[in-house]
């Protein structure tokens, strides 16, 4: 079942619209994927807690000289306290320009 506001948006994509927004604020990215993945986890234990499953792919020029730990870092600070509130799981990939797959 998926909630939705009153005026009839689901949460998720409010989630996706809030996230997009600190992403793009922060990164700048040539090019960003967000997916929102929770009906794949219908009856897990984030789901029931009513925060969301994404999955994001993003391609920065603000990645170049860290390494991967240092990327999924600055994501989450990135995205606040949505990490708290919001965010079950996220699956990342972040990349420079030319580390992108094509």
Known sequence: MTQETSSGESINAQRIVQMRAKLEAQFTPVEMELLDQSHLHAGHAGARSGKGHFD???????????NLIQRHRAIYT????????????????AYTPDEAPS
Request: hydrophobic share 50%; aromatic share 4%.
């Open 56 to 66: 994001l792919m993003i391609v920065s020029e603000q990645f170049r000289d860290q």
């Open 78 to 93: 990135a995205l606040g306290d949505l990490m708290q509130t919001d965010i079950h799981a996220l699956s990342i990939n």
